[in-house]
């Protein structure tokens, strides 16, 4: 099974494309369930380094597998690097407004918004984590908003949650600087309010899923996220997935699957 297949065939429609914002990456696919609801909703991030090139297309085929099983997904589009707007802080603000726009709009399409799930992969782990952590921002900190959304949990897969780490491994060829304008060293505020891993305990349900072969995103970032987690004895939980890689996560025909859809249900 080609793990590229997510990204290689077109995506199931959704069933409806909701803007946010003016910006044209600004707008989220809502995937709805059979009946009235309220459905129980996963908001979905996609990931791709934050990089222009990979769009929220190939989250498309997860979201219909969830939609089937109940889930309305809002898959979330947003600005990236290459992008007018995209990077520190426009992504985080638009991953915000995204998420905050569903509040606005829940009641009207049928969902439950008692019953929101976060989750994101890669990139997508990094800001649906970082969603999860925003409530610990303090009103004089950049990108605190008031009322967020609550969340009932959050799923990472894969995720990039410590971005400073993640800047001294180099992934993604240095894209974590790229994104955030410059080091760790350099812009010490910009890291303490964007990355998840300056925001623990974050005091919510949260499960991470990480390929002990995935060789774009090592194993070992989810596991000093997690060990810290509990150490501060936040609600965190490790699911290493043995011999998987780093796409196998959001393929719904991989073999590693039911341990996502299995993760979700577990967070409603």
Same mark, same amino acid.
């Given at each position: 099974?080609?793990?590229?297949?997510?990204?290689?065939?077109?995506?199931?429609?959704?069933?409806?494309?909701?803007?946010?914002?003016?910006?044209?990456?600004?707008?989220?696919?809502?995937?709805?369930?059979?009946?009235?609801?309220?459905?129980?909703?996963?908001?979905?991030?996609?990931?791709?380094?934050?990089?222009?090139?990979?769009?929220?297309?190939?989250?498309?085929?997860?979201?219909?597998?969830?939609?089937?099983?109940?889930?309305?997904?809002?898959?979330?589009?947003?600005?990236?690097?290459?992008?007018?707007?995209?990077?520190?802080?426009?992504?985080?603000?638009?991953?915000?407004?995204?998420?905050?726009?569903?509040?606005?709009?829940?009641?009207?399409?049928?969902?439950?918004?008692?019953?929101?799930?976060?989750?994101?992969?890669?990139?997508?782990?990094?800001?649906?984590?970082?969603?999860?952590?925003?409530?610990?921002?303090?009103?004089?900190?950049?990108?605190?908003?008031?009322? /967020? $959304? &609550?969340?009932?949990?959050?799923?990472?897969?894969? *995720? +990039?949650?410590?971005?400073?780490?993640?800047?001294?491994?180099? @992934?993604?060829?240095?894209?974590?600087?790229?994104?955030?304008?410059?080091?760790?060293?350099?812009?010490?505020?910009?890291?303490?309010?964007?990355?998840?891993?300056?925001?623990?305990?974050?005091?919510?349900?949260?499960?991470?899923?990480?390929?002990?072969?995935?060789?774009?995103? /090592? $194993? &070992?970032?989810?596991?000093?996220?997690?060990?810290? *987690? +509990?150490?501060?004895?936040?609600?965190?939980?490790?699911?290493? @997935?043995?011999?998987?890689?780093?796409?196998?996560?959001?393929?719904?025909?991989?073999?590693?699957?039911?341990?996502?859809?299995?993760?979700?249900?577990?967070?409603?």
């Amino acid at each position: 099974m080609s793990s590229m297949w997510v990204l290689e065939t077109p995506q199931p429609p959704p069933d409806a494309r909701i803007a946010y914002g003016g910006a044209p990456q600004q707008f989220t696919e809502l995937r709805k369930p059979k009946g009235k609801g309220p459905h129980p909703v996963v908001l979905f991030v996609h990931g791709g380094f934050w990089r222009a090139e990979y769009g929220l297309e190939h989250a498309g085929h997860l979201c219909a597998d969830l939609t089937k099983r109940g889930f309305a997904t809002w898959s979330v589009e947003y600005r990236r690097v290459g992008q007018d707007g995209g990077g520190f802080p426009g992504t985080l603000e638009d991953v915000a407004s995204a998420a905050d726009h569903l509040v606005d709009a829940a009641p009207s399409l049928g969902l439950d918004l008692s019953n929101v799930v976060a989750m994101g992969h890669s990139a997508g782990g990094h800001l649906a984590m970082w969603l999860a952590a925003r409530h610990r921002l303090t009103p004089k900190q950049p990108l605190y908003r008031d009322a /967020p $959304l &609550k969340l009932k949990g959050v799923v990472s897969l894969a *995720g +990039v949650l410590d971005l400073a780490q993640g800047a001294a491994l180099d @992934l993604g060829n240095g894209i974590v600087k790229t994104f955030m304008g410059g080091t760790p060293e350099k812009f010490p505020e910009r890291y303490a309010v964007a990355s998840p891993a300056a925001l623990q305990p974050l005091k919510l349900p949260q499960v991470l899923l990480h390929g002990t072969e995935d060789d774009t995103v /090592p $194993l &070992k970032v989810s596991e000093g996220f997690h060990a810290w *987690g +509990v150490q501060q004895k936040d609600p965190v939980h490790l699911v290493p @997935l043995k011999g998987a890689g780093h796409f196998e996560l959001i393929d719904p025909r991989s073999k590693e699957w039911p341990r996502v859809v299995q993760a979700v249900r577990t967070l409603r």
